[in-house]
């Protein structure tokens, strides 16, 4: 399964978290061949070359190809941080990498000074990273002596407990976590805190379920090695690794099994282990062993997901669409300086999805009105959010893109319930 770095060469020709790699320039990339060493092998190359990727979807039958032009890849975390309404600030993670602690702290702070007293921060397609740089971004929120995260392996120099300090800036403000499907490790550990100590909400679809802690040893030859030495087990003592024991190709599928038996679709279609009861400080029941369940969760929005949508995505012609748009009407943009400029300046509402419609049939999507007014809105929101960000940056993206996302929406539902104050329980 592909993580897509966001604003990434991958992600700017239309390639998804979750897509799989079948072929490179053709050939065959799967099996028990392939390594991390093969990836750099196929994948890395000179900047500006390209690369052929074969890609199996989920929402495909056929193999979908993209083009990928190698370029830099992003090392920023946070992708962005605004202002939803005029009490709540939002900040989008993509990673827990050496620096993403540092551009947390100066994101809130920020939307501090903009107002924010309560904060939604979101997970979702975050795979992990830095385990240490999940428990700093926590303890921002934990009051003092609060278990963040404990490890235990098979010798016990591996077992550790880790509490919050009681130096954290925002224990005060409420807080709402999202995560979906490929929220992972790290991410896990952020989020499992969050809950398991009643600090506040999550808010979305089960997450991945990694709860291993792996160290990586240097060889001789400058390769290395990833061992996994303990796993971690969030406040509760649960550990949040789902079940290997049928085998990886078993456990590569699992995400696609869930997406195939409704899970994402239907919070009664999620797979429970009932054997793995955990109690929250303040007396929530909580489960083991497969991800980490929601505190509310939000189905999959499919609210103009028509066959036309699907076809033109699975195309990348949105991507393709928005490079060319944005290359022709450079000029009208030049002052702009964030996402409202943008909207500003941008063709109306009809002349643009009819360019856009006219653009996709030249390459071989043809038009079906019926499917494409049930898509209007998307479409245009797609349209509009990565035309922001080819010009400003993921900074003007999120604003947009955001601006009906369902998983959003709940969280300022709760929000203005006061269902995120400290401390969450189930009444």
């Known amino acids: 399964m592909i993580e897509v770095i966001p604003g990434g060469p991958s992600e700017k020709v239309g390639i998804l978290n979750g897509d799989k790699i079948i072929t490179v320039d053709g050939k065959n990339f799967t099996g028990e061949k392939i390594n991390p060493n093969t990836v750099k092998e196929n994948l890395r190359g000179p900047k500006n070359s390209t690369v052929k990727l ?80 999940a428990v700093a971004m926590a303890n921002e929120f934990l009051p003092k002596n609060s278990l963040i995260v404990s490890t235990k392996g098979r010798y016990k120099k591996s077992d550790s407990s880790v509490y919050s300090d009681g130096d ?50 240097r060889l001789f030859d400058n390769s290395a090695i990833r061992l996994t030495i303990a796993r971690y087990y969030t406040p509760s003592g649960r550990c949040i690794q789902k079940d290997y024991k049928l085998g990886q190709a078993a456990y590569e599928r699992e995400l696609l099994d869930r997406f195939n038996s409704g899970e994402l ?34 189905p999959r929005d499919t609210t ?12 990348g012609l949105i991507q393709n669409f928005v490079l060319k748009y944005v290359t022709a009407n450079k000029a009208r943009f030049k002052n702009a300086t964030d996402y409202k400029d943008v909207i500003r300046l941008l063709d109306d509402n009809t002349q643009l999805l009819n360019s856009f419609v006219d653009f996709a049939a030249a390459h071989k999507v043809p038009a079906r009105w019926y499917y494409i007014n049930q898509s209007r809105e998307l479409l245009l929101n797609d349209i509009k959010a990565f035309i922001a960000r080819d010009l400003l940056g993921q900074k003007a993206f999120y604003p947009i893109y955001n601006r009906y996302d369902k998983t959003i929406e709940a969280a300022l539902k709760a929000f203005n319930k006061h269902k995120a104050a400290f401390p969450i329980t189930d009444e």
């Open 54 to 133: 074969g890609i199996k979807r989920a929402t495909s039958d056929k193999m979908i190809y993209f083009t990928v032009k190698r370029g830099d890849i992003p090392i920023k975390s946070v992708d962005a941080a605004y202002m939803i309404d005029k009490n709540t600030g939002y900040v989008k993670v993509n990673q827990f990498g050496r620096t993403t602690y540092d551009e947390f702290v100066t994101a809130l702070s920020m939307l501090k000074n903009e107002g924010a007293k309560r904060y939604v921060v979101d997970l979702r397609g975050n795979g992990g990273g830095y385990m240490e740089i």
């Open 168 to 217: 954290g800036s925002y224990q005060e403000a409420e807080i709402v976590v999202l995560i979906n499907e490929f929220s992972a490790s790290a991410s896990e550990i952020f989020a499992g805190a969050i809950q398991d100590n009643d600090r506040g909400l999550v808010i979305g679809a089960r997450s991945f379920g990694k709860g291993l802690v792996q160290r990586e040893f």
């Open 265 to 298: 679709d239907n919070q009664d279609s999620i797979k429970v282990d009932k054997s793995k009861v955990f109690k929250t400080m303040h007396g929530r029941t909580v489960y083991g062993g497969g991800g980490i369940i929601p505190d509310i969760f939000v």
């Open 304 to 315: 103009g997901y028509t066959s036309y949508y699907y076809a033109v995505v699975n195309a």
